[in-house]
């Protein structure tokens, strides 16, 4: 993956397995928050899932775009898109009526010193929407942040284990669940929940702020010593797959990679690649963020991109100065504060 658009082009390009589920699916599909970070690759994953699977169905990417191309570039690649703001009333109303829909609105960076405003768009928001699709089918995107830091040595929270959030963000991601659960319940709406923890490309992730770090010569805290990354083509892919998962009450899945990925391991390995020493500073503690996502393994099979081509991907695209996304994951904070 050497240019932008080749990089594009792997994410979206479709497995066979996702295009045999969208022939299960019948209907157009609505992506609320299509302009955010995973959005413009699932929405371009889509629509060549869509066409390659015929029946018609549109894909309708919906979000504020703000500026830039994007949601010309997104229409130039076969999506309807819809420039809006979905907290405001009228415009949420004014969303064509969709039988499936996937839900990527949420506000986690910069929310420290603005917790009302994050509480506001990831807890009462997505009842908001359910109301308006009540009866749909919908996949709505949440985080692994909502379970407790995990001992390192021990099996990882698996989709059972109890929530117990750290921070007001997690808190209020919890609350989205919670939220979204009542309202499938109470309006019988087929709803999946998605937890995901860290998806990673080549302009962004747990992968890219590591090589950033070494590149500028500054030292790796290994205090949170270990994460979880997927490929973000196999985590669209399962957002969209998942469509046929949803149920009342909803569906809760894990999705990340199978690894639990240390960072001085992978530090090391990309200063390597990228011809630069590796400093560290702090010590790994004995817990940290993970997740078990051996359900959706089961379910949709393993990534088709392995943390080692993660690495070397990563490597040579920082490395020789591509674009990146300037969006840190701020994977390294222990106490939630985003």
Same mark, same amino acid.
């Given at each position: 993956m050497?240019?932008?658009?080749?990089?594009?082009?792997?994410?979206s390009?479709?497995?066979?397995?996702?295009?045999?589920?969208?022939?299960?699916?019948?209907? !157009?599909?609505l992506?609320?928050?299509?302009?955010?970070?995973?959005?413009?690759?699932?929405?371009?994953?889509?629509?060549?899932? #869509?066409?390659?699977a015929?029946?018609?169905?549109?894909?309708?990417?919906?979000?504020?775009?703000?500026?830039?191309?994007?949601?010309?570039?997104?229409?130039?690649?076969?999506?309807?898109?819809?420039?809006?703001?979905?907290? !405001?009333?009228?415009?949420?109303?004014?969303?064509?009526?969709? $039988?499936? =829909?996937?839900?990527l609105?949420?506000?986690?960076?910069?929310t420290?010193?603005?917790?009302?405003?994050?509480?506001?768009?990831?807890?009462?928001?997505?009842?908001?929407?359910?109301?308006?699709?009540?009866?749909?089918?919908?996949?709505?995107?949440?985080?692994?942040?909502?379970y $407790?830091?995990?001992?390192?040595?021990?099996?990882?929270?698996?989709?059972?284990?109890?929530?117990?959030? =750290?921070?007001?963000?997690?808190?209020?991601?919890?609350?989205r669940?919670?939220?979204?659960?009542y309202? #499938?319940?109470?309006?019988?709406?087929?709803?999946?929940? /998605?937890?995901?923890?860290?998806?990673?490309?080549?302009?962004?992730?747990?992968?890219?702020?590591?090589?950033?770090?070494?590149?500028?010569?500054?030292? /790796?805290?290994?205090?949170?010593?270990?994460?979880?990354?997927?490929?973000?083509?196999?985590? &669209?892919?399962?957002?969209?797959?998942?469509?046929?998962?949803?149920?009342?009450?909803?569906?809760?899945l &894990?999705?990340?990679?199978?690894?639990?990925?240390? /960072?001085?391991?992978?530090?090391?390995?990309?200063a390597?690649r990228?011809?630069? $020493?590796?400093?560290f500073?702090?010590?790994?503690?004995?817990?940290?963020?993970?997740?078990?996502?051996?359900?959706?393994?089961?379910?949709f099979?393993? $990534?088709?991109?392995?943390?080692?081509?993660?690495?070397?991907?990563?490597?040579a695209?920082?490395?020789?100065?591509?674009?990146?996304?300037?969006?840190?994951?701020?994977?390294?904070?222990?106490?939630?504060?985003?």
């Amino acid at each position: 993956m050497e240019s932008v658009a080749e990089l594009e082009d792997r994410l979206s390009t479709p497995r066979t397995a996702l295009v045999d589920d969208l022939r299960k699916i019948d209907g !157009d599909l609505l992506v609320l928050g299509a302009g955010g970070k995973l959005g413009p690759s699932l929405v371009r994953l889509a629509v060549r899932a #869509a066409e390659a699977a015929g029946g018609g169905r549109r894909v309708i990417a919906v979000s504020r775009f703000g500026g830039g191309d994007l949601a010309d570039d997104l229409r130039a690649a076969g999506a309807t898109t819809i420039v809006a703001d979905i907290a !405001d009333d009228t415009a949420l109303r004014a969303l064509p009526d969709a $039988p499936n =829909v996937v839900f990527l609105v949420g506000a986690k960076f910069g929310t420290s010193g603005r917790e009302a405003a994050t509480w506001y768009t990831n807890t009462f928001l997505p009842g908001r929407v359910m109301q308006r699709f009540r009866g749909s089918r919908i996949v709505a995107l949440s985080t692994g942040n909502v379970y $407790p830091l995990a001992p390192v040595t021990a099996a990882a929270p698996a989709e059972e284990t109890p929530p117990e959030p =750290v921070g007001e963000y997690a808190m209020s991601c919890l609350g989205r669940e919670r939220i979204l659960e009542y309202s #499938a319940v109470t309006s019988g709406t087929p709803t999946a929940l /998605i937890r995901l923890n860290y998806a990673v490309e080549m302009r962004y992730g747990v992968l890219v702020d590591l090589a950033r770090s070494l590149l500028a010569g500054e030292p /790796i805290d290994l205090t949170m010593g270990h994460v979880n990354v997927v490929w973000q083509g196999y985590a &669209n892919e399962v957002v969209l797959r998942a469509l046929l998962l949803a149920d009342v009450p909803p569906t809760v899945l &894990n999705v990340t990679g199978p690894e639990q990925v240390s /960072i001085r391991q992978v530090a090391t390995a990309l200063a390597a690649r990228l011809g630069v $020493p590796a400093r560290f500073t702090g010590q790994e503690a004995e817990n940290a963020l993970l997740s078990n996502a051996g359900r959706c393994h089961r379910l949709f099979g393993y $990534p088709d991109v392995t943390l080692g081509e993660l690495v070397d991907h990563t490597a040579a695209w920082v490395g020789s100065g591509r674009p990146l996304l300037d969006k840190p994951t701020g994977f390294q904070r222990r106490d939630g504060r985003f």
